[in-house]
Structure formats: C-alpha cells, structure tokens
C-alpha cells in the first residue's frame, strides 16, 4: 500500500497485519480521491476506524490542511503514528487512541467541525448509521460537510434520508462501495 499522489506520493505505507482491518486497495483509494481531488486543499479531514490512517495520509498529502484519527486499536494507532512519521506529515495530523463515538464526542465538546468525514467501519453491523446518528446535529458537520461511508455491497442506506441525510452518490466496486452523504439543507 502506498500513498498514490501529493507531497507524500509513492511512499510506501505500513499496515495493519490480521484480520481485524480490511486496507482500501490502492485502486479504489485513487478513484475515491479523483472524486473529491477539487475540495480537498485547505479542508479538515476525519479518518474514523482509521486503520492504517492511510486515507486520512492520502487526504493531508493532497493538500488537506489537518487530519484527525480515530481508532481503538494499539496495533492500528501505532501503525497510524508510524506512517505519519515515514510520510512527515505529522505536524498535520492528530491521533486519537479511544473508541469513535468517545472521539467524537470530544471533538464536539471542543467545537470542532470538518469538511470531510471518512469511515470504514467493520462491515454489517450498522455502524455507520450509529456514528450519524451521534454527529447528525453536533457542531463537527456543517451543511457543506460531505461524509464518506466505506461499507458492504449490501448495505442499506434507506433509513439516511428519514434521519436527516442526503445521499449524494454511491460509487460500487467489485466487493464495497462508497456512500457519500451530506445533511440535508433545511435541517435544525
């Protein structure tokens, strides 16, 4: 795995050995950041169940001006911090060692807001609905916000827009998809 373009372009990136993360392939990684190349410079970024923290790497690479990571494992938050380093783009990022609803609860307490959000969830088991469920009216999402959800092919999104969420596009590859979502303008 390796960081695809950007001041940290080609760089090899560690990962997380076992089962308990799946990496984005370098080839769904660059479609995803083809999509959302034009809004990345000077955005703050959220890597949820970061893993390797290669996405939010990929995203500070590319120009984003902050990245935050939020991951429970000591094997995935050592690997973030390694990668950071091998990247040099330490300076740009947080690493946040606890759960992703604790996390996220913190960042709200301290007003924080982000342009991107992006979450890889363990697969098929609503996770993702979960964790907009507990942002849908704190201050960490603003109505330009765009949420990234990296799930299962069989993942259901119909209950997104009874919540208050818009789907703005869905991008299926041969074994996930990515759901991109905003809130819904009008909303509270």
């Not at 949820?48 to 500070?60: C, H, N, R, V």
């Not at 709200?108 to 342009?115: H, I, T, V």
């Not at 919540?163 to 996930?176: A, F, I, P, W």
Request: proline share 3%.
């Amino acid at each position: 795995m390796r960081v695809i373009a950007g001041s940290a372009r080609r760089l090899l990136l560690k990962t997380v050995e076992g089962m308990e993360t799946r990496p984005t392939t370098d080839r769904i990684k660059e479609t995803l950041f083809n999509m959302i190349q034009n809004d990345l410079y000077g955005c703050a970024f959220l890597d949820l169940f970061a893993g390797s923290g290669a996405i939010g790497i990929e995203a500070l690479s590319r120009g984003a001006k902050e990245a935050v990571f939020i991951d429970i494992g000591s094997r995935q938050i050592s690997c973030i911090r390694d990668n950071l380093k091998t990247t040099k783009l330490e300076e740009k990022a947080k690493v946040m060692a606890t759960d992703v609803f604790s996390g996220l609860s913190l960042l709200a307490k301290q007003g924080r807001s982000f342009d991107f959000i992006f979450m890889d969830p363990p697969y098929d088991h609503m996770l993702e609905k979960q964790v907009l469920e507990s942002i849908k009216d704190s201050s960490l999402i603003h109505e330009d916000t765009v949420i990234i959800v990296e799930a299962s092919l069989n993942t259901d999104f119909s209950w997104a827009a009874p919540m208050g969420y818009q789907v703005l596009r869905s991008k299926e590859y041969k074994t996930n998809k990515h759901v991109f979502l905003t809130k819904k303008t009008g909303n509270p």
